[in-house]
C-alpha cells in the first residue's frame, strides 16, 4: 500500500471534543435500585417500571452473544453509570434558551441547527447526553396530528400510544444488548404519524455522546398509522475519548396498512484512535413490523464510526404485499470492527424484500455482512432480492460475507449476488494519468460503489454522507 | 508531420527502469519535436508498455538512471497527476472500469482539473455537456456514453474511444497511445485513428505503441523506432515499418548484434 493511501486514512478524528456542561450522574451499576431511581427521576408511570423491571429479569438470565465476527474486551456491566443528564433540565420554549456551550459543539460538528432547521424545514428533536433540550417545528406538526417529540415526553402525555406499541416489535427478552436497553433506556424520540397523514417534511434527530463512561441507551419508537408516511433521519457523531463506551439503542419501527416508514442513519461515533485505542462499542436494535397490507419499511444506513458495530435493522413482513428494503454502506478503517446487515422475515404472501450492502475495508479493519432470508410458509409469492459488495483498500483489512437463507415456501423467488473489489494501483494511475489526485480519485471511487445507496438517502443526507466517507477514508490509499 | 520552427518536448536520454526487480528497460534515447508522430514498434516483453507507464509515472516502475526532459522540466520532479495537468497524456492499453462513476461526471473532473492548472475557465455540467457533445462527434460515439459508468460495461472499442475522447478534451502536448490498435474492428480503428489524426497539430506530438503495422497505414508516422530488450536498437522512417510487417523483427535484433559485434 503506498504512503498516499496511508495518509488519506490516517488523519485524526475531527469531531474530537468534549463540551463542559455539568452532568447529573448515576453511581456506576446496575440493579433495581438503580432502574428504579431512572423511572423516579423520569416520573414514569407504574407500568413504565414494571417493563424495565421485567426487562431487567430477562437480562439477567442471558449472555452476551458470542457469535458475531468482532473481538472486544469482556464488558464490566457494573462499571458503568446508567443515568446522565444535563443540570438544566428547564424546558425550553426556543434555540435561544438552550446552552450556549451546547451551540458552540453543534457549530464545530457542522451541524448549525436554528440554521438547518430554518433553512431546510427539518425539525430537529436534539437528544444531548440522554434528555432533550430543544424540540422545534413540533408546532407545526402537531397541527396535522403528529406526534414527535423525546420518548420521555411522550412516556407522560401519550402514555396509552406508547404503551400499546413499545416493546410489540423488539420484545424486552429479545436479545442481551435489546434487553438492557429495556430496563435502563433514559431517552430516545417517539413519533406517531396519524391515519392518512403524509409527513410534511423529513424528521430529524442528532445524537450525540458526551459523558465519559456514561452508557447511552436511546429507545426510538415511530408508530405510522394507516395510510401515513414519514421519512426519519438520524445522524450521529462523538467526542474523543479513551476509554470504550457502551452504546446499546433500540428503535423499533411499526407500520399499519398502507403505512410508509423511511429510516435513514449516518452514523459518525468516535471510532478509536488509528492504533484502534477507545472508541464506542455499538450494540444497536433496530427492528421494523410491516404489520399491515401494502405496508413498507426502509432502512438506509451509512456506518462510518464506532469501533465495533453490531447492527442488523430488519423488517417483519407480516401484511400481504409488504416492502421491506435494506440499503447499507459500512466503512471500516483502522482498527474498526463492523459486523453488520438485514433480516427480512417473510411471512405475508406477496411480501418482497430488497438488500443491497455496500461494505468498505481500510486499515487493519474487519467488515463483515450478516443477513438472514427467511420465507415463511405462509409467504406465497415472496421475492428476496441481495446483493453484496465489499471493498478492500489496502492489503491488512478484511471483508466478509454471512448470507443465511431459510426458504419455506416452494412459490417464493429468493436471489444473491455479492461481489469484492479492491482499489489498487492501478485506479489510482488511472485517475492520476487524468489530472486527478489520489484522495479525489478514492473519493469517486467509493462514491461510484456506494451510488445505489446514497440514491436512497433525502438529498441533504446524501450531501453529508458524500463528504464523511472522504473524510473516514482520506490517507488510506496510496 | 516535421517542421521547422519545431521545438523540443520531450528528450529522453539513457532511461533505465526496473520492476520487482527486474531490469525492464537498459537504455532509451528518444527525442520527440512538436508536430511529430514516432511509432515505437517491437516484440511482446521488449519493453514498449514499460516506457509508457514510466513516462507517465506509473509507481510499480522505479527508475534507475538516465533523463527525461519534458518542456525543459525534469519530468521525474513530478507527481503521475502532475505529468498529466502539464500536458503528458496516456492513452491506456486496459482502461480500468469504474463502476457507478457517471462518464461524464469523470471527463469533467478531468477537464477541469487540468484547465484549472492552464489558467483556463472551468466548465459547469451545462457548458461541459454541450462541449463534450462536440468532441464526441469525432469519435462518433453515442451521447449515451456520458451517463454509463466510466468504462463500465464497455466494449473493447468503446474503451479505446473513450481514451481518445479523453485525449481530445485535455489536449495533451504529448500523447503516448499505448496499443491503441489492439483489439479494435477495421471500423472501430478507422474512427479512431482518424480521432487521432484530427487532433494532430504543430504544437504537439505523438508516440504510438503498437506491435502492428495495421494502424500506420493511418496514422503515418515521421519516425518508426524498433525496440528490442529495452533499448530502441533501430529508427527509420515510415517506410521501416512496412519492412517490419514483411520480414518480422529478427532480422533488426540480427543487424544490431553485427553492428556490436564488428
Not at chain 1, 464545530?108 to 431546510?120: I, N, Y
Not at chain 1, 399499519?256 to 455499538?282: F, P, R
Not at chain 2, 478531468?110 to 492552464?118: G, L, P, S
Request: with cysteine; glycine share 8%.
Amino acid at each position: 500500500m503506498s504512503a498516499v493511501l496511508q495518509n488519506l486514512v490516517n488523519q485524526p478524528y475531527k469531531h474530537g471534543f468534549v463540551t463542559e456542561i455539568e452532568s447529573d450522574i448515576a453511581p456506576k451499576g446496575l440493579n433495581e435500585d438503580i432502574i428504579k431511581l431512572i423511572s423516579t427521576k423520569k416520573n414514569e408511570p407504574a407500568w413504565m417500571l414494571d417493563f424495565r423491571l421485567q426487562a431487567y429479569q430477562h437480562w439477567l438470565t442471558m449472555e452476551e452473544p458470542k457469535w458475531p465476527n468482532v473481538k472486544y474486551p469482556k464488558i464490566d456491566f457494573q462499571a458503568i453509570s446508567y443515568y446522565a443528564a444535563p443540570k438544566s433540565k428547564k424546558k425550553l420554549n426556543s434555540m435561544d434558551e438552550v446552552d450556549p456551550e451546547l451551540l458552540r459543539t453543534f457549530e464545530k460538528l457542522g451541524v448549525p441547527m436554528h440554521e438547518r432547521a430554518a433553512l431546510a424545514g427539518v425539525a430537529v428533536d436534539v437528544i444531548f447526553d440522554s434528555v432533550s433540550v430543544a424540540t422545534t417545528y413540533k408546532q407545526k406538526l402537531a397541527e396535522v396530528g403528529i406526534i414527535f417529540c423525546s420518548i420521555s415526553e411522550a412516556i407522560q402525555m401519550h402514555p396509552e400510544l406508547v404503551r400499546q406499541y413499545l416493546g410489540t416489535v423488539v420484545p424486552v427478552g429479545d436479545n442481551y444488548y435489546a434487553a438492557l436497553n429495556s430496563a435502563v433506556f433514559t431517552d430516545g424520540t417517539f413519533c406517531f404519524i396519524p391515519k392518512g397523514v403524509k409527513c410534511p417534511m423529513d424528521l430529524s434527530t442528532y445524537f450525540r455522546i458526551n459523558t465519559e463512561e456514561s452508557g447511552q441507551f436511546e429507545r426510538t419508537l415511530i408508530v405510522g398509522e394507516e395510510g401515513s408516511s414519514v421519512s426519519y433521519l438520524e445522524g450521529c457523531t462523538a467526542p474523543k475519548f479513551d476509554t470504550n463506551q457502551l452504546h446499546a439503542a433500540v428503535v423499533e419501527l411499526v407500520a399499519l396498512d398502507n403505512a410508509d416508514i423511511k429510516y435513514s442513519t449516518v452514523q459518525n461515533w468516535y471510532a478509536g484512535d488509528e492504533n484502534g485505542l477507545g472508541g464506542i462499542y455499538n450494540f444497536v436494535t433496530k427492528r421494523g413490523l410491516a404489520k399491515g397490507v401494502n405496508s413498507r419499511i426502509s432502512w438506509t444506513q451509512v456506518e462510518t464510526g464506532s469501533a465495533i458495530t453490531w447492527k442488523y435493522p430488519s423488517c417483519i413482513l407480516r401484511g400481504d404485499n409488504s416492502v421491506g428494503e435494506f440499503y447499507s454502506v459500512a466503512v471500516t478503517n483502522h482498527y474498526q470492527q463492523a459486523d453488520t446487515g438485514t433480516k427480512m422475515v417473510h411471512i405475508g404472501k406477496n411480501t418482497r424484500s430488497t438488500i443491497v450492502s455496500k461494505g468498505i475495508s481500510a486499515g487493519h479493519s474487519n467488515n463483515s455482512y450478516r443477513g438472514l432470508v427467511r420465507i415463511a410458509p405462509t409467504a406465497a409469492g415472496a421475492r428476496n432480492y441481495s446483493q453484496c459488495d465489499s471493498m478492500l483498500i489496502g492489503d491488512k483489512c478484511g471483508a466478509n460475507t454471512f448470507p443465511y437463507i431459510q426458504v419455506r415456501n416452494q412459490e417464493a423467488k429468493v436471489e444473491h449476488e455479492a461481489s469484492t473489489s479492491k482499489i489498487g494501483e492501478d485506479q489510482l494511475f488511472y485517475f492520476a494519468q487524468r489530472g486527478i489526485g489520489s484522495e479525489e480519485a478514492v473519493s469517486m471511487i467509493i462514491n461510484g460503489f456506494c451510488k445505489d445507496v446514497f440514491q436512497q438517502l433525502p438529498m441533504e443526507f446524501a450531501v453529508e454522507a458524500t463528504k464523511l466517507l472522504g473524510f473516514k477514508l482520506e490517507g488510506s490509499v496510496g | 508531420m516535421i517542421h521547422q520552427d519545431s521545438r523540443t518536448l520531450l528528450e529522453v536520454r539513457g532511461l533505465r527502469a526496473v520492476v520487482n526487480g527486474i531490469e525492464i528497460l537498459k537504455g532509451i534515447d528518444l527525442t520527440v519535436r512538436s508536430g511529430e508522430v514516432h511509432a515505437i514498434m517491437g516484440t511482446n516483453g521488449s519493453g514498449k508498455s514499460t516506457f509508457a507507464k514510466v513516462l507517465a509515472g506509473h509507481s510499480a516502475y522505479e527508475v534507475t538512471g538516465g533523463s527525461v526532459i519534458f518542456e525543459g522540466h525534469n519530468l521525474f520532479d513530478l507527481k503521475p497527476e502532475e505529468r498529466a495537468r502539464a500536458g503528458v497524456f496516456l492513452a491506456f492499453q486496459y482502461p480500468i472500469e469504474i463502476p457507478g462513476v457517471a462518464n461524464s461526471h469523470f471527463l469533467r473532473l478531468a477537464y477541469n482539473t487540468v484547465q484549472e492548472q492552464r489558467g483556463q475557465d472551468e466548465l459547469d455540467p451545462l457548458e461541459f455537456d454541450d462541449f463534450v457533445r462536440e468532441k464526441m462527434k469525432l469519435l462518433e460515439m453515442n451521447p449515451d456514453f456520458l451517463d454509463r459508468g466510466v468504462n463500465e460495461g464497455f466494449s473493447g472499442g468503446e474503451k479505446k474511444r473513450n481514451e481518445i475522447l479523453q485525449m481530445a478534451l485535455l489536449e495533451p502536448r504529448v500523447a503516448i497511445l499505448d496499443e491503441t490498435d489492439s483489439g479494435l474492428d477495421i471500423d472501430a480503428l478507422r474512427i479512431v485513428t482518424n480521432g487521432v489524426n484530427q487532433l494532430s497539430t504543430k504544437d504537439n506530438a505523438i508516440i504510438l505503441v503498437t506491435h502492428y503495422q495495421r494502424m500506420l497505414n493511418y496514422i503515418v508516422p515521421d519516425f518508426v523506432h524498433v525496440m528490442h530488450a529495452g533499448r530502441i536498437i533501430k529508427t527509420g522512417g515510415k517506410e521501416l515499418a512496412l519492412e517490419l510487417e514483411t520480414r518480422g523483427y529478427d532480422w533488426v535484433s540480427a543487424e544490431q548484434r553485427a553492428v556490436a559485434g564488428a
